[in-house]
Structure formats: C-alpha cells, structure tokens
C-alpha cells in the first residue's frame, strides 16, 4: 500500500504544482509523446532481458502493490516449519521426513506453511537440504558449504530484476529527449505557421523531456529499488533456512536450531524469542 500511496503523491505533487503556477493540464496530455517514450522503454526492456526475469520483475511489481514483500508474521510461519520438520525427525527419525522432502507439494506437513508451500525457491531449497540429511552421508560442514552455494547463486539471480529496471529508468531521461527531437522536427516543420501552432508544437516537445525525467526519478528508479528490497527479504528468508538446518545437522536441540534461524532475521522483520518460542511450543509432535 505504501507503493500506491508514493506513487499518488508523486502525481499529485507534480500535477498540482503545474495546477497551482497557472498551467493547462491538457498541455500534459500529449499522447504521442506517452508512445514513443513507453513504447521505446518497453522495447529496450525486451531486448535486454530474459522471459525469466522478465517474470519476475511483473511478480514483483504486483507484490509492491499488494503487501510489499516478506512481514514478521510470514518468518515467524516459517520458522514454525522448521521446528515442526526438526522435531518430527527427532521424535520419529530422519526417515520419516522422506515422504514430505520427495513430495513437499502432497505434504500435509508443508500445507499448512502456505508461506513457504506457495514460495517455489524457499519450498525448493529447504527440501533439497533437508533431503541430504535424510539419506545421509553429508557432514555438516560440507552441508553449509553447499547451501552457502545455492544461496550465492539464487542472491546473484535475485539481483538481475531490479538492476534490469534500473537500467531501463536510467535510459528514461534519454528516450524523453528522443521524444523532444522528434516534436522539434515537427515544429521545424510548422515553422512559417501561425505562432500559437508552433508553440504548441514547443510545448509538446518539451513534455517528452518532462515526461521521460518524471518517469525516470518518480516512478522506475524507485520501483527497482522497491525490488531490491523485496530481493534483499527473499535472501534472508532463505539464510535464516539455512542457518536453522545446518544448526540441526550440528546436533542443536529442533528450539535451538530455530534460534540460529531467527537471529539471522533483520531486526525489522525478526519476531521476538518469546514468539517464536510460544509458536512452536503450540506445535505437537506426537511420537511412534
């Protein structure tokens, strides 16, 4: 919500200081201007960038709108799971979480996570790490350097959607200048004409710049950085998994292992130790 709420202050920053220096708001409404900048910095964007971050800048963008990325309330659920796979495998054993890593989408266990059920890349990492503990063989040292690995790579994937749209704000200024040189043109064109005409030609103009700076500085720029950040909530969600499953490989007690989860939680969304604690206590596991 707080993305809406920028984005309408933004307009009616720019629009009603326009309004109030005595400005005609239908001068803004040069609708050519709209296509060739949109168009262009549409084009580029397909040019530049993968089917697959493409996807997951629209994702993202649709996840700014709707809640903004990761909240304390999603941690504390995910945090819950680890406990309750801890624990079920030290009450009944490692094997019987064979079932539930094969097939985490048929799990009973993980459907009641939906945070992480619905999260493809958390459900994918926490069960390919789990299944290394379950058939064995896999120190705990050689485990966290592969889960340090995996966690490289899905860092340097999560950073290719912001720094995509980025680019493209930054060509933004560029294109509304394009979009002025071609009005130019056109007043050039128009230039023995009455003198209103070839000021509405200057005027349409100069909308492209204003338009293509505006884009650039109050909408794009901040929307990749607002990606960013969603990125940046993602990478934690998926150390503080790693950190609670290489705890347990370690032999920590299903409480402990989850405390090395939750502390590598930020403070801003990292759920206090009294309820974390009082969430998986309310978790039972009843044995064979």
Known sequence: MLVLAGI??????????FLMAGGNLLTLLQWSEFVVIGGASLGALLISTPMTVLKKI????????????????NFVEMLQLLYELFQTARVK????????VEKPEESELFAKYP???????????ITDSLKLL??????????EMILDADLETQEEEGRKPGAMLAKIGDSLPGLGIVAAVLGIIITMQSIGGPASEVGHHVAAAL???FLGVLMCYGFVSPLAS????QAEAEDIFLKSIK??????????APIVAVEFARRVITTDLRPSFTVVEEACRAIKVKGN
């Open 8 to 17: 309408g202050v933004v307009v009616v920053s720019v629009i009603g200081g």
């Open 58 to 73: 629209i994702n993202y963008l649709l996840n700014s709108l709707k809640s903004g990325g990761q909240t304390q309330q």
């Open 93 to 100: 054993g490692l094997l019987q979480l064979e079932p539930h």
């Open 115 to 125: 945070v992480v059920h619905k999260n493809h890349h958390a459900l994918e990492y």
């Open 134 to 143: 379950v058939v064995g063989g896999v120190p705990a040292l050689e485990l």
């Open 207 to 209: 909308v492209g710049t």
């Open 226 to 229: 607002q990606i960013d950040i």
């Open 243 to 252: 950190a609670g499953v290489v705890a347990y490989a370690k032999g920590m």
